[in-house]
């Protein structure tokens, strides 16, 4: 679990990589350095100790300049953060109801068959494409 | 992964076959000798994989796919996996250990090979014709089809027969739709994709419920992985599963054949299962890896490999793609995937392209908003972050697919599996180690194919492409490293999957394949392990077996 200042560094770092804007909210407006990021870092616990990495080299300064010496400086961290940033935003259900992503939800599968088949008859218009065997 | 050995009834000190290996063509094999009254016990190193341990249909699935459900082992880092340098290799080796194999993860696109895969030497002058044709190995896809409740349209004029599948085709979707009308355009060949998920309950399985994760495992249980195609059949039939066992060595007694194989169960205990005939089923990697473990007085260049060609000739089919994005709303994320088309327009030998041979394609769907956003580590910040980050994800999210190239390879004896000199598994064996460089010819293929692909998707409408001609990770098809051929000289097994050197030592993974073709192998890897199995049923009388 981050402590408070850990989760105050990453605050202004996830709004860096995910700002609000085109009509969508920031990475803390999205409760990612709030809540998100603790699920994810559950899911992803290899990827701890890189993550952390970049909380500390991203410790001190301007936010932004200290996104860009993180992935200058320790790309496998960047890496971490941008991973986790980006699948915690997503794993809030309003994000994926503004992107309009449902999820994997159950879709069953249908027949389309006849939205095709006519499209397919020039295909076999076409004729055989394939090499016989040689005897 | 549990210490249990999974058998319903005490194993026999010597069983009728050991098979090694539980997945696609191990799984062809037991269930095939058990229901044919052989004793047959099977060892595989990994565990079952419930459909419930998927993440396919949590929210978590695209976080988890990069790391515990990665096809790469050396990423995954499972506790049956074991690991594989690539540091000479240009492509990474992709699969998965425990029941079903790499069933588990593979995409299920259902391909047989064309007719002119078998002859590549007589029709193009490379690589070597296999010892039989299309046609001989015709039924047993079919009889492997309805086993596999492939579902997938019939017709297609691409093959000789137009085969026609068991179950009706997934839905082409919006996806399939768009790609198909570019094609039409182009006036070039596209069919509904063949896939082993089941459009409806068949079996043991349900629906398909267009998750789309199917190369994470399938959370419905509809896609073919053979845990659930063949094993409850197998073991209903009274076929002996230990699972946890990590064979380190085949045995051979005093003839020089196969006796058995040694193996360490979870707890590190060492095990020895003796058997009459051994079948190899590891795949392309694991196979000659057992091989060259199995070194004895009489097989001193490791089991059954007087030619030296035990581990050479590796195939991996490099893989190339062009993604298009296009305006429209099309639910991309939508499974299965799966194939939604395949084309095999190009999939012929035309010489006045500058190489020989050719591809299959497919048509895929592009997954959830995360997709592969990993290694962003170096790239400039505001290519994939800030605004563009928003931009990105409504530019491309549900409006983007993919034309991907299966590439044949030709094989080449220099590209090879060997034993690792110093790394090791968790159990102190060997790793195997590749050394694979793509050939002039398969880069020139892909290069090619590539930018058909993208021609492809600007007739269908793209707004924009992005292309890669060789992906790192793309070695779902391990496959040569064992030749099957009529002359023992220039070939390890015969055409019934025999090693020449060691008659009851029969090989059935993709280690047998003579050339690649440009097709995903498993339809052909499992209908060859149907008619390797059948033949040695039918001829037990004469099959020569260790202890006689
Ligand atoms: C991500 C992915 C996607 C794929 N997509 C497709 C596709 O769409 N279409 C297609 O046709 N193919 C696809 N494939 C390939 C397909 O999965 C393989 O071709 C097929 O599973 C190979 O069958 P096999 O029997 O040779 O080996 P496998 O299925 O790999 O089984 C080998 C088994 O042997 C066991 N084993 C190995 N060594 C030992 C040992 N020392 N002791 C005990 N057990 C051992 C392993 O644990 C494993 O379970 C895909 C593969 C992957 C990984
Ligand atoms: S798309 Fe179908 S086969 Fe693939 S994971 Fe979903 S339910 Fe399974």
């Given at each position: 679990m981050?402590t408070?200042?850990?989760?105050?560094?990453?605050?202004?770092?996830?709004?860096?990589?995910?700002?609000?804007?085109?009509?969508?909210?920031?990475?803390?407006?999205?409760?990612?350095?709030?809540?998100w990021?603790?699920?994810?870092?559950?899911?992803?616990?290899?990827?701890?100790?890189?993550f952390?990495?970049?909380?500390?080299?991203?410790?001190?300064?301007?936010?932004?300049?200290?996104?860009?010496?993180?992935?200058s400086?320790?790309?496998?961290?960047?890496?971490?953060?941008?991973?986790?940033?980006?699948?915690?935003?997503?794993?809030n259900?309003?994000?994926?109801?503004?992107?309009?992503?449902p999820?994997?939800?159950p879709?069953?599968?249908?027949?389309?068959?006849?939205s095709?088949?006519?499209?397919?008859?020039?295909?076999?218009?076409r004729?055989?494409?394939?090499?016989p065997?040689v005897? | 992964?549990?210490?249990?050995?999974?058998?319903?009834?005490?194993?026999?000190?010597?069983?009728?076959?050991?098979?090694?290996g539980?997945?696609?063509?191990?799984?062809?094999?037991?269930?095939?000798l058990?229901?044919?009254?052989?004793?047959?016990?099977?060892?595989?190193?990994?565990?079952?994989?419930?459909?419930?341990?998927?993440a396919?249909?949590?929210?978590?699935?695209?976080?988890?796919?990069?790391?515990?459900?990665?096809?790469?082992?050396?990423?995954?880092?499972?506790?049956?996996?074991?690991?594989?340098?690539?540091?000479?290799?240009?492509?990474?080796?992709?699969?998965?250990?425990?029941?079903?194999?790499?069933?588990i993860?593979?995409?299920?696109?259902?391909?047989?090979?064309?007719?002119?895969?078998?002859?590549t030497?007589?029709?193009?002058?490379?690589?070597?014709?296999?010892?039989?044709?299309?046609?001989?190995?015709?039924?047993?896809?079919?009889?492997?089809?309805?086993?596999?409740?492939?579902?997938?349209?019939?017709?297609?004029?691409?093959?000789?027969?137009?085969?026609?599948?068991?179950?009706?085709?997934?839905?082409?979707?919006?996806?399939?739709?768009?790609?198909a009308?570019?094609?039409?355009?182009?006036?070039?060949?596209?069919?509904?994709?063949?896939?082993?998920?089941?459009?409806?309950?068949?079996?043991?399985?349900?629906?398909?419920?267009?998750?789309?994760?199917?190369?994470?495992?399938?959370?419905?249980?509809?896609?073919?992985?053979?845990?659930?195609?063949h094993?409850?059949d197998?073991?209903?039939?009274?076929?002996h599963?230990?699972?946890?066992?990590?064979?380190?060595?085949?045995?051979?007694?005093d003839?020089?054949?196969?006796?058995?194989?040694?193996?360490?169960?979870?707890?590190?205990?060492?095990?020895?299962?003796k058997?009459?005939?051994?079948?190899?089923?590891?795949?392309?990697?694991?196979?000659?890896r057992?091989?060259?473990?199995?070194?004895?007085?009489?097989?001193?260049?490791?089991?059954?490999?007087?030619?030296?060609?035990?581990?050479?000739?590796?195939?991996?089919?490099?893989?190339?793609?062009?993604?298009?994005?296009?305006?429209?709303e099309?639910?991309?994320?939508?499974?299965?995937?799966?194939?939604?088309?395949?084309s095999?327009?190009?999939?012929?030998?035309?010489?006045?392209?500058?190489?020989?041979r050719?591809?299959?394609?497919?048509?895929?769907?592009?997954?959830?908003?995360?997709?592969?956003?990993s290694?962003?580590?170096?790239?400039?910040?505001?290519?994939?972050?800030?605004?563009?980050?928003?931009?990105?994800?409504?530019?491309?999210?549900?409006?983007s697919?993919?034309?991907?190239?299966?590439?044949?390879?030709?094989p080449?004896?220099?590209?090879?599996?060997?034993?690792?000199?110093?790394?090791?598994?968790?159990?102190?064996?060997?790793?195997?180690?590749?050394?694979?460089?793509?050939?002039?010819?398969?880069?020139?293929?892909?290069?090619?194919?590539v930018?058909?692909?993208?021609?492809?998707?600007?007739?269908?409408?793209?707004?924009?492409?992005?292309?890669?001609?060789?992906?790192?990770?793309?070695?779902?098809?391990?496959?040569?490293?064992t030749?099957?051929?009529?002359?023992?000289?220039?070939?390890?097994?015969?055409?019934?999957g025999?090693?020449?050197?060691?008659?009851?030592?029969?090989?059935?993974?993709?280690?047998?394949?003579?050339?690649?073709?440009?097709?995903?192998?498993?339809?052909?890897?499992?209908?060859?392990?149907?008619?390797?199995?059948?033949?040695?049923?039918?001829?037990?009388?004469?099959?020569?077996?260790?202890?006689?």
């Amino acid at each position: 679990m981050l402590t408070d200042e850990q989760r105050a560094v990453y605050s202004r770092l996830a709004d860096v990589l995910i700002p609000s804007a085109e009509g969508m909210p920031s990475a803390s407006e999205a409760d990612v350095p709030t809540k998100w990021i603790n699920d994810a870092l559950g899911y992803r616990p290899d990827l701890v100790p890189a993550f952390l990495r970049a909380l500390e080299i991203g410790a001190d300064g301007e936010a932004e300049a200290a996104v860009l010496r993180i992935n200058s400086t320790d790309s496998v961290a960047f890496d971490a953060l941008g991973v986790l940033t980006s699948g915690s935003y997503f794993l809030n259900p309003a994000i994926k109801e503004l992107i309009g992503y449902p999820g994997q939800v159950p879709s069953p599968a249908y027949d389309d068959t006849a939205s095709y088949i006519d499209m397919l008859a020039a295909v076999v218009e076409r004729g055989p494409i394939f090499r016989p065997t040689v005897t | 992964m549990s210490n249990t050995h999974l058998i319903k009834r005490p194993l026999p000190d010597v069983v009728d076959v050991l098979v090694i290996g539980a997945g696609a063509s191990g799984s062809v094999a037991v269930f095939e000798l058990a229901r044919n009254g052989f004793s047959v016990a099977c060892l595989e190193q990994g565990d079952w994989t419930p459909a419930t341990e998927f993440a396919g249909d949590k929210p978590e699935w695209e976080l988890v796919k990069q790391k515990k459900w990665h096809p790469n082992p050396n990423v995954r880092q499972g506790p049956s996996d074991y690991p594989i340098n690539t540091d000479e290799s240009d492509v990474n080796p992709l699969l998965y250990n425990g029941v079903g194999g790499s069933t588990i993860l593979y995409a299920a696109h259902w391909c047989r090979m064309m007719p002119s895969d078998f002859q590549t030497r007589t029709l193009d002058d490379v690589g070597d014709d296999w010892p039989f044709t299309y046609e001989d190995l015709q039924p047993f896809y079919e009889e492997t089809e309805r086993l596999m409740g492939v579902s997938g349209l019939g017709g297609d004029p691409a093959y000789p027969d137009e085969p026609s599948f068991p179950l009706p085709p997934l839905p082409l979707g919006k996806v399939g739709l768009k790609a198909a009308a570019g094609m039409d355009k182009l006036g070039w060949h596209w069919w509904p994709g063949a896939n082993s998920i089941a459009s409806k309950e068949v079996g043991h399985r349900p629906a398909c419920l267009r998750y789309g994760a199917c190369l994470t495992g399938c959370p419905a249980g509809a896609k073919a992985s053979t845990d659930l195609t063949h094993w409850p059949d197998a073991l209903e039939a009274g076929a002996h599963l230990v699972i946890g066992a990590r064979v380190r060595e085949i045995t051979v007694d005093d003839k020089g054949l196969a006796s058995g194989a040694v193996y360490i169960d979870r707890d590190g205990v060492e095990h020895t299962q003796k058997a009459r005939i051994v079948v190899l089923a590891a795949n392309g990697v694991g196979t000659p890896r057992l091989m060259l473990l199995s070194k004895s007085e009489h097989h001193p260049n490791g089991l059954a490999n007087s030619t030296d060609l035990v581990g050479r000739r590796l195939m991996m089919h490099p893989y190339g793609a062009a993604v298009g994005t296009y305006e429209d709303e099309l639910e991309s994320w939508l499974g299965p995937a799966g194939q939604i088309l395949h084309s095999m327009e190009f999939y012929e030998t035309d010489k006045s392209r500058g190489f020989v041979r050719g591809a299959k394609w497919n048509l895929m769907p592009s997954g959830g908003p995360l997709g592969m956003r990993s290694g962003y580590g170096g790239r400039p910040v505001d290519e994939s972050f800030g605004v563009n980050f928003h931009k990105n994800v409504k530019r491309v999210l549900g409006r983007s697919f993919e034309w991907g190239v299966i590439a044949e390879d030709l094989p080449d004896e220099s590209n090879r599996v060997i034993l690792d000199p110093e790394l090791t598994d968790s159990d102190g064996i060997p790793a195997p180690k590749l050394l694979y460089k793509s050939s002039e010819n398969t880069e020139k293929l892909i290069k090619w194919h590539v930018a058909r692909a993208v021609e492809a998707h600007e007739a269908a409408g793209a707004t924009s492409i992005e292309t890669t001609e060789l992906m790192r990770d793309c070695g779902w098809h391990l496959l040569g490293t064992t030749k099957m051929g009529n002359d023992p000289l220039t070939s390890v097994v015969n055409q019934w999957g025999a090693a020449h050197d060691c008659p009851n030592l029969i090989i059935i993974d993709g280690s047998v394949f003579t050339t690649s073709s440009g097709m995903n192998p498993t339809a052909t890897i499992m209908a060859n392990a149907l008619r390797s199995i059948r033949h040695l049923v039918e001829n037990r009388a004469t099959q020569p077996m260790s202890g006689e």
